[in-house]
């Protein structure tokens, strides 16, 4: 049977991007590998349970929102937009994009998590050279149109969100 991913194809993606760390790399990854015309399997009825967590980051670890979180999502999640989608659409897509940033800021300064929602955003404006060379590459290796990937099938919700334990 086939590879899961071709290996071929997950080099041309250039893999899962080092300075995400976590909080959206498989979302980078899988964009950039459907960008190119791969198609992303959906398994409805796949069940997967992660039991560890990551130490300051992780939203099953006890106590407040993490400021480590905080920040890589400030920052993250830009990094990905930047790098991955086209200026047309981040144009067309900035009202929503302004609504999220700012509900994001409301939600740190109710966290008390300012600093790290601003040191996100310090450090993605420091990536901005590197991000450039990497929406080359994306561009480079593009197939598909964003209005091609900028759909979902149904949304996916924790067992523990469902049951309403999550922290």
């Not at 041309?12 to 964009?31: K, N, Q, T, Y």
């Not at 198609?39 to 929102?65: C, D, M, N, Q």
């Not at 480079?140 to 309403?164: F, H, K, M, Q, Y």
Request: with cysteine; glycine share 6%.
């Amino acid at each position: 049977s086939p590879p899961l991913l071709p290996r071929h194809a997950a080099l041309r993606a250039r893999g899962f991007d080092p300075p995400h760390f976590v909080l959206v790399e498989d979302h980078d990854f899988s964009h950039r590998l459907r960008a190119m015309g791969l198609r992303i399997a959906h398994a409805p009825r796949a069940r997967f349970l992660h039991r560890e967590v990551t130490e300051g980051i992780s939203v099953r670890e006890k106590g407040s929102y993490a400021g480590r979180r905080v920040y890589l999502h400030s920052r993250n999640r830009w990094i990905v937009l930047l790098k991955c989608h086209r200026l047309r659409t981040l144009l067309l897509s900035f009202p929503a994009l302004a609504l999220y940033e700012g509900l994001y800021f409301a939600f740190a300064l109710r966290e008390m998590r300012l600093a790290d929602w601003f040191a996100g955003k310090r450090d993605l404006l420091k990536m901005l050279p590197q991000i450039r060379r990497d929406r080359r590459r994306v561009a480079a290796n593009r197939r598909r149109d964003d209005c091609d990937l900028l759909v979902t099938g149904p949304l996916t919700v924790s067992p523990l969100i469902e049951r309403g334990s999550a922290t």
